[in-house]
């Protein structure tokens, strides 16, 4: 349903629900109420006073929720010149990297040329709850100013976004800023969880502490994604580029892992004991050395598609100490978070893996590592579910794998022969104009294509491994029509952004509602 109700109505929604304190009476509210309608109350919105100063510019995709304004900046380090001054920013780039997110992290918006519901600036924007609006394809910048056509700014100038509709303007936009503490919202979504709870579970993908802590305050029952690769970024993004760029077996190698060892294990310290004892499924490394080495990248480790490279498992078997590596931080860690008197609950997930011997070797290392563990916190072993080849061979994958977690921006690349970070800019959205697409798959799961292949995995999985949990930690875990899907599909738990955990929880009792019916 389309969001024409308010905070007036869903106060009053609530209330009368109360007033009658049946469960039934609590179903119909948890019913009525348009995620959209949520969505729209946790962020910033732009304000429905009509405004002369503020004219539109471009358009690109709506990656990330949220209005924002502030002045253009062109890079990171503009970014935080601008901030130490008192200024609000916005940050206007062809597309972001790991080494762009300190300045990401300071700014109001973000706006890039490149990239879709899946770029890496789209991912980590909707994390931080930043609004952003991304693949403004006719968007062009030069050193000191950008232009769409004849439409012309300067950087330092007052831009404006609305990071749900795909809109920037010039101008300063006046914002209605989101309502924070909404006891009637908390009631409702309380309903929500009471039907969904002993159904299907909602998860956070998160990897700071800080993120942790709000995901626990919207309602996260754990963590389904704790990239690891978001620890090395910033300021410690040379500390990852050392060890790729190190010879195998060398001193520097043994050096670089140390310092990574060491961080990483006070990371991952912060995150478990901040969500104990409630699950955190920890992804080893996953970096596509584009994103990691950047313009430095020597010709040795240069790829055509690196997307489709040396990431993930296929990294790590070349490099054996780095999963190992990770994997005596996360024994630390677990150590750590016991001596503060806190129960970890941790799972181990092994990205990319496209051939059930790859997760032998891998969990052949982890295992050996981790048998100095006390068996009640030694970590489960599964694996993303994210390349073609892997749901086709879910049967035997899940003899080795204790759990499944559907990687589903990469999956949905892969079944499509799509690129996450080019074709939504170009192509998807003259498709869906067309009626050649219903939506866009990085948004809603394709049902027929990339939704058949999640339901055959699941059932090949569970026919080999009757246990086996089904997990979903891409963006789409935080889609409300994927949501439907999804559980209906038979997952265990979803796993989506902090900021659109209320959103989820939501959705996952109106699906469950939906079944029942």
Request: with cysteine; net charge negative; hydrophobic share 40%.
């Amino acid at each position: 349903m389309e969001n024409e109700h308010t905070l007036d109505w869903l106060i009053a929604l609530v209330e009368n629900a109360k007033s009658i304190n049946t469960e039934e009476a609590k179903k119909n509210a948890v019913a009525s109420v348009a995620t959209s309608l949520v969505e729209s109350l946790m962020h910033n919105a732009a304000s429905t006073e009509p405004s002369t100063e503020l004219k539109l510019f471009g358009k690109g995709i709506p990656a990330s929720p949220g209005a924002a304004t502030g002045v253009v900046c062109f890079s990171s380090d503009s970014v935080l010149d601008a901030t130490d001054e008192g200024k609000k920013v916005i940050l206007v780039c062809h597309e972001t990297s790991p080494a762009d997110e300190i300045g990401m992290r300071m700014a109001e918006g973000i706006v890039t040329v490149r990239g879709g519901m899946a770029s890496h600036a789209a991912v980590v924007a909707r994390g931080w709850g930043i609004p952003a609006v991304v693949g403004v394809s006719d968007l062009e910048i030069s050193e000191t100013e950008i232009k769409i056509g004849e439409n012309r700014l300067e950087e330092g100038a007052y831009i404006s976004l609305d990071g749900s509709t795909g809109e920037v303007f010039s101008g300063e936009m006046k914002l209605r800023e989101s309502s924070e503490e909404i006891p009637e919202l908390k009631i409702l979504l309380d309903w929500a969880d009471e039907i969904r709870s002993e159904h299907i579970k909602v998860r956070a993908n998160s990897d700071t502490r800080e993120d942790t802590e709000r995901a626990l305050s919207f309602g996260a029952e754990g963590i389904g994604l704790c990239r690891t690769e978001h620890m090395f970024m910033g300021d410690r993004l040379p500390l990852i580029q050392r060890f790729i760029l190190a010879g195998e077996e060398s001193e520097e190698e043994k050096e670089s892992l140390n310092e990574l060892m060491n961080a990483q294990r006070l990371d991952l310290s912060e995150v478990i004991s901040a969500m104990a004892p409630n699950p955190v499924t920890v992804r080893l490394l996953d970096a596509p050395l584009h994103e990691f080495l950047g313009e430095e990248t020597p010709d040795e480790w240069l790829e055509h598609n690196p997307m489709l490279g040396t990431r993930g498992v296929r990294l790590a078997i070349l490099r054996e100490q780095l999963y190992r590596m990770q994997t005596r931080a996360l024994i630390g860690a677990i150590s750590d978070v016991r001596e503060m008197g806190k129960k970890p609950n941790v799972d181990i997930m092994v990205p990319l893996v496209s051939e059930v011997s790859e997760l032998d070797l891998v969990r052949s290392w982890i295992e050996e590592e981790v048998a100095s563990v006390e068996e009640e916190l030694r970590p489960s072993i599964g694996t993303m579910i994210e390349t073609p080849r892997a749901a086709i061979t879910a049967e035997q994958i899940a003899k080795s794998a204790d759990f499944f977690s559907f990687g589903t921006n990469d999956l949905t690349q892969l079944v499509f022969g799509f690129s996450r970070d080019d074709i939504e800019s170009r192509v998807i959205g003259m498709y869906v104009n067309e009626g050649i697409l219903s939506a866009n798959p990085f948004e809603t799961l394709d049902v027929l294509g990339v939704g058949d292949v999640i339901k055959q995995a699941i059932s090949k999985g569970r026919k080999a491994n009757p246990g086996l949990e089904i997990g979903v930690c891409g963006e789409h875990g935080g889609d409300p029509t994927s949501i439907q899907f999804l559980f209906q599909a038979g997952v265990n738990y979803i796993s989506c952004s902090p900021f659109r955990i209320p959103i989820a929880r939501l959705a996952a009792a109106q699906a469950v509602l939906s079944s029942s019916n």
